[in-house]
C-alpha cells in the first residue's frame, strides 16, 4: 500500500509560480510510474503530466505544456509539479498519483494523494 501525500498548494496571482511536491510512503516508489491530476468546481478530474519510474519519459496536457515540469527523486520518494506562467484557468485541486500503468488516464493509477489546492487570481 502507498501513501501520497501532496504540498505546496496556495493562492498565487496570475503569472506566478507554485512547485507542487508529492511524497510517497508505504512501497517502492521507484517502481511506480507517477502523474499529476488536477479537478476544478463541476469538472471531471483531468491529466495535467506524468514521468515514468526513471524520470526518462513525461507527458504533459497541451493546456499546460511550456508551463509547467514534472520531476522526480527516487531517493526522496518525491515527485514534483513546477508550475510557471500560471493563469486564473489552472485553478484546481491538484492529485498525484502512482501506478504500474499510467499515463494518461485516472485508471492507469492504483494509488491517490488527498490533493492540494490551487488558487491562481487574475
Known amino acids: 500500500q502507498v501513501q501520497l501525500v501532496e504540498s505546496g498548494g496556495g493562492l498565487v496571482q496570475a503569472g506566478g509560480s507554485l512547485r507542487l511536491s508529492c511524497a510517497a510512503s508505504?512501497?517502492?516508489?521507484?517502481?511506480?510510474?507517477m502523474g499529476w491530476f488536477r479537478q476544478a468546481p463541476g469538472k471531471e478530474r483531468e491529466f495535467v503530466a506524468y514521468?515514468?519510474?526513471?524520470?526518462?519519459?513525461?507527458y504533459y496536457a497541451d493546456s499546460v505544456k511550456g508551463r509547467f515540469t514534472i520531476s522526480r527523486d527516487n531517493a526522496k520518494n518525491t515527485v514534483y509539479l513546477q508550475m510557471n506562467s500560471l493563469k486564473p484557468e489552472d485553478t484546481a485541486v491538484y492529485y498525484c498519483a502512482a501506478g504500474q500503468k499510467g499515463p494518461l488516464t485516472p485508471d492507469g493509477y492504483h494509488y491517490w494523494g488527498q490533493g492540494t489546492q490551487v488558487t491562481v487570481s487574475s
Open positions: 508505504g512501497g517502492t516508489f521507484s517502481t511506480y510510474k
Open positions: 514521468v515514468s519510474w526513471s524520470g526518462g519519459s513525461t
